[in-house]
């Protein structure tokens, strides 16, 4: 299937789930997340979700990285298709941005090569670790600064798509896993 197609498919499901339901499948993401391989890292860097578009809460998720004692990293929109990596520390102040994502008004600066694991926002994914997200680019052109060893974890409402994504380009990065409320990937 094309992105476009996957990308409006998965938005009008997405608009179906109420918010009992995700909140669940926020909270069985994040104990599936316990099971995988990742947790022995430094700096885990995780986005926070536009709820307005019924994004997977990662409120559990932070509840975890913090009482493991991780560095968790933020991310802000800066120009372009860049992002901006920011500390998360008790004197972080969050305002949305004009897409409503929650992000970090300013404060410490991460560098990217010091980021050991991303949580990577989607809209659908296939078999093989492609993945959709809204098309802006944001996370294409991080994911192709980090360090080649960096461990990235898709998280998805929804299963992986049977068909292949048939417009993948050459700039785009796969995922190493993407957890579903009901399984974990692998790829």
């Known amino acids: 299937m094309l992105k476009k197609d996957l990308r409006s498919l998965y938005k009008n499901r997405r608009r179906l789930i109420d918010n009992a339901s995700l909140e669940d499948s926020s909270l069985n993401i994040a104990n599936r997340l316990l099971k995988l391989p990742v947790w022995s890292h430094d700096y885990y860097h995780i986005f926070l ?3 307005e578009n019924k994004e997977i809460d990662t409120t559990f998720i932070l509840s975890i990285l913090q009482g493991k004692d991780k560095n968790v ?55 093989k670790g ?36 048939t417009d ?14 009901s399984e974990t990937y692998s790829f």
Do not use: M
């Open 49 to 51: 979700p536009i709820s």
């Open 73 to 127: 990293v933020l991310p802000k929109v800066g120009d372009y298709t860049t992002l901006q990596h920011y500390l998360l520390t008790d004197s972080t102040r969050l305002k949305k941005n004009k897409w409503n994502i929650p992000e970090p008004v300013d404060g410490i600066e991460v560098p990217i090569s010091k980021i050991d694991v991303v949580f990577i926002p989607l809209l659908a994914f296939d078999k």
């Open 130 to 165: 492609n993945r959709v997200g809204y098309g802006k680019g944001f996370y294409d052109t991080f994911l192709a600064e980090c360090r080649e060893d960096v461990i990235k974890i898709g998280l998805s409402l929804f299963p992986a798509e049977d068909d292949l994504i």
């Open 168 to 181: 993948t380009y050459d700039n785009d990065v796969p995922l190493d896993y993407c957890v579903t409320p």
